[in-house]
């Protein structure tokens, strides 16, 4: 179980591989991908929405809560190899405690 002021999240990789794991309030949907080891989430610019090595599908009904992508990050998200509807950067997504439990997608390699 998570400590108070933890938020779980689910990541699922492209071929169903799955890590269940836990950031604190504040800590962006990246932060904990990395801080805990997850792959497929390089994160090459550190979270300054200018890489999307950080793409992620967030898919019903947890896209809903965090809502569409805006400004640089919308930007960003159109030239992103694999973009689909429920995209969004996982550096721009912050943890939440409505978003506990909150399922993630890692996309499959681009490359
Ligand atoms: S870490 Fe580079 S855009 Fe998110």
Same mark, same amino acid.
């Given at each position: 179980m998570p400590g108070s002021g933890e938020v779980r999240v689910h990541?699922? &990789? =492209? +071929?169903?591989? #799955?890590w269940e794991v836990a950031g604190p309030l504040g800590e962006t949907?990246? +932060?904990c991908a990395v801080d805990n080891g997850v792959p497929g989430i390089t994160a090459q610019c550190g979270g300054g929405c200018t890489? &999307?090595?950080?793409?992620?599908?967030?898919p019903s009904p947890w896209y809903e809560r965090v809502?569409? =992508?805006q400004g640089d990050e919308a930007d960003i998200l159109e030239f992103t190899p694999g973009r #689909? =509807?429920?995209? #969004?950067? &996982?550096c721009q997504v912050v943890l939440r405690a409505d978003l506990d439990g909150i399922t993630v997608e890692i996309p499959p390699p681009t490359d």
């Amino acid at each position: 179980m998570p400590g108070s002021g933890e938020v779980r999240v689910h990541f699922v &990789s =492209a +071929d169903g591989a #799955r890590w269940e794991v836990a950031g604190p309030l504040g800590e962006t949907i990246m +932060d904990c991908a990395v801080d805990n080891g997850v792959p497929g989430i390089t994160a090459q610019c550190g979270g300054g929405c200018t890489c &999307s090595t950080c793409h992620c599908y967030v898919p019903s009904p947890w896209y809903e809560r965090v809502g569409p =992508a805006q400004g640089d990050e919308a930007d960003i998200l159109e030239f992103t190899p694999g973009r #689909r =509807a429920n995209s #969004r950067l &996982s550096c721009q997504v912050v943890l939440r405690a409505d978003l506990d439990g909150i399922t993630v997608e890692i996309p499959p390699p681009t490359d």
